[in-house]
């Protein structure tokens, strides 16, 4: 995120926390980044702390799983491969 020219910094949502939040001149995102995704409880954590978060900023979580829901209501999920590739 750093060599794509963004500012990056950690936050909390009361005693949730955001791994990273990534911004720009013309963007901002909320990151989390998690190994895996596929057991329910890891993915309800991951996520907890983006539904939280009420605005129309870019949220996403990136895994090492391969993805097949790129999407948890309005949360975009991508595989580091695919994210790295970008």
Known sequence: MLRRGFDVAIGKINNLEVDFIVTNANEKM??????????????????????????????????????????????QSIDIIEWLLK
Do not use: A, C, F
Not at 36 to 51: A, I
């Open 30 to 75: 909320y990151v989390q980044v998690t190994e895996s995704m596929k057991n329910e409880s890891v993915r309800e954590r991951e996520l907890k702390p983006l539904q939280k978060i009420h605005n129309n900023y870019k949220k996403m979580v990136i895994t090492l799983d391969k993805v097949i829901d790129d999407e948890y209501d309005g949360i």
